[in-house]
């Protein structure tokens, strides 16, 4: 029997190198899963619970693999709700495929069930998208969306009405109107002209203080950052996709940097004379110098992203670890032990101790700091780290110390809730061996998470490495959004948008055939921990956690204290605890010489 092009559809991909769809079933595909299912390729297919969980956890497998990470959804209602993970990836700067069904072609523009203008839904989140109209026209519209994806690390996306995924497959012909496309894209070295280079180094041997600011390009340049640094005499912060680039025991990396940051970044960023930003498009400048205070140098291998934040004076198109490995011969070595540097590391040693006693407070019942600081010493070698947004990101990228051979991530450029269950589920598809944690608010559990546990308890079987743990912060609060709304807006807390149901996490885990754990005593954080890691099966570990502790900033603008105190005598639920002990906090962290 000859092909059907849902046939050839899935042997191309399997040529580009593709093994793992992320998917949902639904009429609109029936063709294309008939062929999966007929055909003995690579393929795992991972059933998830919802498509837009499908798009997270092939952004997260695409973070985590540096291969284009797949999903795929029916026509209709299940190709639009592949769009926030899409956005996701988008956002990132991350390779992914969607694959989306369609209605039969003579019935297009016919207003029909489930027949939606997707290709102009997808236009904006995708760099590549289209449909196909006739058979020989899949072979180079597959071709095009797997080299875009890879080569430009961006979404493309292809759509195929049902009738045509079951009719034979036909080759084009030798003729007018037809196009022979081919399979394979290796990636080319990219690295600035060498009078470029020497620029960027005149920039950065004249500077005196000098900080460098990493993102989710340098992950895999830290031996090279680390060298600039120390010939530099430089800090490094990370902004949060690049929490893994460096390892947090190097005594000059200042963690991470912004609302979600650390002092010493913060300070490191206003005293600094000359910047180094590599690989990142860190969004808030206002935890940058103030423009004209610093000279600046950046390296992106995306041209779009030089000069973004910053204006900067030599903007270098190429490769982090390529790039930096040119330029470091071009630095002349700076003298070790200069006031700078060691000042930043002062404060890098005083941070974290002023992070474990934030950690260790008093609170009701759980601090969630301490959630993160007990667990950041209890982090396996090669653990995968997942967040979601929200409060929890907070502690995620403050308390967890990483160290070189842990990887971590979450929605960076989207900050959407709910990617942390389906990010650790990837994670675990992706890299079966190695163990994984979730951390998450129990607002994203309740919105999409706790249904993806039912894809953990699916698939647990295949991991030889049964240690996958979400760890969910229950405070019955929308904590991160509460917080905004005092801070910010100056309002109190509003329970009819912000109180959430109290949800038993850890008993619907036992209900799945997961283990599930309950933490309501401080000082059984660290056990619970070592209970979770050294469970045969995942687990939900369910902690309840004081939803007044502060997710604070490295420092508030006096606007943003102002805007607080007038909230306070308008009626917020938690007003007393508010007075008596968190606007010390909030006022303890106000910094003199910061404008508003």
Known sequence: MADAVADFFWKRLAEWGVKTIFGYPGDGINGLLGALQRNDLPFEFIQVRHEEMAAFMATAYAKFTGEVGVCLATSGPGATHLLTGMYDAYSDHVPLLAIAGQQARNVNGAHYQQELDLTSVYKD????????????????????????????????????????QDVPYEAPVRKHGNTFSGVGWTAPKVVPFEADLQRAADVLNAGEKVAILVGAGALHATDEVIAVANRLQAGVAKALLGKAALPDDLPFV??????????????????????????????????????????????????????????????????????????????????????WRKGIEKGVASWWKEAEDRAMAKANPVNPQRVTWELSPRMPDRVIVTSDSGSCANWYARDLKMR?????????????????????????????????????????????????????????????????????????????????????????????SQTIPNVPYHKFAELIGLRGIYVDDPARMGTAWDEALASPVPVVLEVKTDPEVPPLPPYFTFEQVKNYMSMLGKGDPKERHLLVDTARQVLSSVLPGRKS
């Open 254 to 339: 200042t963690g991470t940097i912004g609302l979600l940051g650390s002092k010493p970044s913060s300070d490191m960023m206003a005293g600094c004379d000359t910047l180094l930003m590599i690989g990142s498009g860190f969004p808030w400048a206002e935890f940058l110098p103030e423009e004209g205070q610093a000279r600046g140098v950046q390296i992106d291998l995306a041209p779009e992203m030089l000069s973004l934040r910053y204006p900067m004076e030599v903007p270098l198109q190429g490769e982090s670890a390529e790039t930096l490995r040119a330029i470091l011969p071009l630095l002349g070595q700076k003298a070790e032990g200069g006031s």
């Open 125 to 164: 989140v995708a760099a590549y998208v289209q449909q196909a109209a006739s058979p020989a026209s899949v072979r180079h519209i597959v071709d095009r969306a797997m080299r875009i994806a890879k080569a430009e690390r961006k979404v493309a996306a292809i759509i195929l009405p049902n009738d045509l």
């Open 404 to 496: 070189r051979g842990q990887m971590c991530s979450l929605s960076g450029g989207l900050a959407s809730m709910g990617a942390a269950v389906p990010y650790a589920i990837a994670a675990k598809v992706a890299h079966p061996d190695r163990p994984v944690i979730a951390l998450v608010g129990d607002g994203a559990m309740q919105m999409n998470n706790m249904a993806e546990l039912i894809t953990v308890s699916k698939y647990m079987h295949r991991w030889p490495n049964k240690t996958w743990i979400c760890c969910v912060f229950n405070n019955e609060d929308l904590n991160q959004v509460t917080w905004e709304q005092r801070v910010m807006e100056g309002n109190p807390k509003f329970e009819a």
